[in-house]
């Protein structure tokens, strides 16, 4: 059965940091492009990041550009998304999502950024 | 960067059908921007329906079908269904970065 669990969201302060984590399994992970998708609450759904197999290429909602940094981890199965300098708008549910055609999603995590 | 728009909201008859459509700021949409329809559910992550423009998963009900309409990516549902009730997002690419559309919000009543 495939699976992304995302983790790492929480409370935190305004210019404070988070690190997001989403574990895959079930599939080929290191074959697939990934991917980091929030939902503000009560908005709709916003891309914020792709990375390719090898890391090698990363694009960013111009958004998270200098904040955001998505990487991952081939032999562990896992994709990661640090975030810095995080501003109340950054409040959202993040999900991880992936496969040959987006075909997998998480259940996501909630970040909330306040003071 | 670019905006995608969607209907913000449209109802459909149990067993009518609905067409859903998804704007480009930039013209007209392609296939070269590799329309994606999710469907979403209260409390639930996206699920996708269509990539592609047209091409279905295998869990994709055979009521969904995806297109290009007059410049615009498009979903329509035939044989609406109670359980179709969600929000509906188009996803297009654009040299490397992706925009996810507002959302429609598809009532069936």
């Known amino acids: 059965e495939v699976q992304l669990v995302e983790s790492g969201g929480g409370l935190v302060q305004p210019g404070g940091s988070l690190r997001l984590s989403c574990a895959a399994s079930g599939f080929t992970f290191s074959n697939y492009w990934m991917t980091w998708v929030r939902q503000a609450p009560g908005k709709g759904l916003e891309w914020v990041a792709n990375?390719?197999?090898?890391?090698?290429?990363?694009y960013y909602v111009d958004s998270v550009k200098g904040r955001f940094t998505i990487s991952r981890d081939n032999a562990k199965s896992s994709l990661f998304l640090q975030m810095n300098t995080l501003r109340a708008e950054d409040t959202a549910v993040y999900y991880c999502?992936?496969?040959?055609?987006?075909?997998?999603w998480g259940q996501g995590t909630l970040v909330t950024v306040s003071s | 960067q670019a905006m995608v728009t969607q209907e913000p909201s449209l109802t459909v008859s149990p067993g009518g059908t609905v067409t859903l459509t998804c704007d480009s700021s930039?013209?007209?949409?392609?296939?070269?921007?590799?329309p994606y329809w999710f469907q979403q559910k209260p409390g639930q992550g996206p699920r996708t329906l269509i990539y592609?423009?047209?091409k279905k998963h295998s869990w994709t009900p055979a009521r969904f079908s995806g297109s290009l309409l007059g410049g615009k990516a498009a979903l329509t549902l035939s044989g609406a269904q109670p359980e179709d009730e969600a929000e509906y997002y188009c996803?297009?690419?654009?040299?490397?970065?992706?925009?996810f559309g507002g959302g429609t919000k598809l009532t069936v009543l």
């Open positions: 996803l297009l690419l654009y040299s490397g970065y992706w925009v």
């Open positions: 930039t013209g007209a949409v392609t296939s070269g921007h590799y």
């Open positions: 990375i390719k197999q090898d890391g090698s290429e990363k």
């Open positions: 999502g992936g496969g040959s055609y987006l075909d997998y």
């Open positions: 592609h423009t047209s």
